[in-house]
């Protein structure tokens, strides 16, 4: 795909959906007709009318059993994203369809609020921003996160927000009365202190000083909001760990972890080619470190694996991140929030009870 037409957006390519009876293969002709250059990319919303809300997981290794995502697809555009991969499902590609054809949910906080007041339904922290940014772009017009989060803070229900956006900041006025009860947490992804670099892998996330300036703007209205070192990206992003710890420390940043790069399925091949296209010097070194650490594959789904690797140098990323946490006094205690003052909703299509 032509670099003037994809601008501003992390993939390069846009294949065919995994599901799809049919595959399209883009080739260049040799006639660079005019009359056929398709116009550039532009993000187009549909609206999903969901059933379900809240999204529950078995995973042993993550902190949290249920999420909410107010949003399919992403505009961010992080080459990256573990997530691109959902798209398949709605029969789309993972690459530039996943970060210009975007789905909203404007029933999320009524869902919510219904799931919320089942009779069986007991209270445990709901994560946003664990499959698409919960403040990508268009929630600047849609709103749906506020909405879920007034839903949160009317029922006193514990939230923890993971987001590359800076955009958190304009609901300090919802999530600092929570935080103040116990009942809110944000962690910033910083995954490099590079602006050109970012602007590459990340293209329509907050700037990298953008995101430290939200984690002290969170911290100094009483919000606890911590760093994400997410994904560490072996000679790409791995020499910023102590950078990026120290300048979310001095931004107020008292939590931290990391995340190890993931490739799973269809993500693997766009960021071959992205890898190609901004570093190709370095192309045979860094997916010879990531398969050093996924057990010669691109990528290794394991439980316990997935988000640390294994092998030598992923040692040497955990141990580099544990050193420059205990320096800084980083994860010395973490915020945990509570549940015990949970209000069921009696509201938003809830069955009240008979007696």
Same mark, same amino acid.
């Given at each position: ?12 390519? =846009? ?41 529950? =997981? ?101 939230? /923890? ?16 009365? /929570? ?39 969170? =911290? ?7 760093? /994400? ?101 980083? =994860? ?24």
């Amino acid at each position: 795909m032509r670099a003037d037409l994809r601008r501003g957006r992390g993939a390069g390519l =846009n294949p065919s959906s995994r599901f799809e009876p049919l595959q399209t293969i883009g080739f260049d002709d040799g006639w660079n007709d005019p009359d056929e250059i398709l116009p550039p990319l532009k993000t187009e919303v549909q609206v999903e009318w969901a059933r379900k809300i809240i999204t529950r =997981n078995e995973s042993p290794d993550i902190s949290f059993d249920r999420s909410i995502n107010p949003y399919r697809g992403c505009e961010h555009g992080c080459i990256y994203c573990f997530a691109r991969p959902t798209h398949s499902y709605m029969g789309f590609s993972p690459g530039v369809d996943f970060e210009t054809r975007l789905f909203v949910k404007p029933n999320a906080a009524e869902l919510l609020e219904r799931e919320l007041g089942a009779p069986s339904y007991q209270p445990k922290v709901i994560a946003m921003g664990t499959n698409t940014d919960p403040y990508q772009p268009i929630e600047r017009e849609y709103k749906i996160t506020r909405q879920v989060l007034e839903v949160l803070a009317k029922t006193s229900h514990p939230v /923890m927000i993971v987001t590359k956006s800076a955009l958190v900041t304009r609901d300090i006025d919802i999530l600092a009365p /929570m935080a103040k009860q116990g009942l809110a947490k944000v962690a910033l992804s910083v995954t490099t202190l590079d602006r050109r670099l970012a602007r590459a892998m990340e293209p329509r996330a907050s700037t990298p000083q953008k995101r430290l300036e939200a984690i002290q703007q969170l =911290n100094e209205a009483g919000i606890p909001a911590g760093v /994400m070192v997410a994904p560490v990206i072996p000679m790409v992003t791995d020499m910023e760990i102590e950078r990026i710890l120290d300048a979310a420390f001095a931004m107020g940043a008292r939590e931290a972890g990391y995340v190890l790069l993931r490739l799973p399925l269809e993500v693997s091949e766009l960021f071959r080619d992205w890898l190609l296209r901004l570093f190709p010097d370095r192309y045979r070194h860094v997916m010879s470190l990531i398969r050093s650490m996924r057990g010669g594959k691109d990528y290794d789904a394991e439980w316990g694996k997935r988000m640390r690797g294994s092998g030598p140098y992923a040692w040497q990323i955990g141990r580099r991140f544990e050193i420059a946490s205990k320096r800084l006094g980083i =994860n010395k205690s973490k915020t945990k929030l509570r549940t015990d003052l949970f209000l069921k909703p009696t509201a938003g299509g809830v069955q009240l009870s008979l007696f």
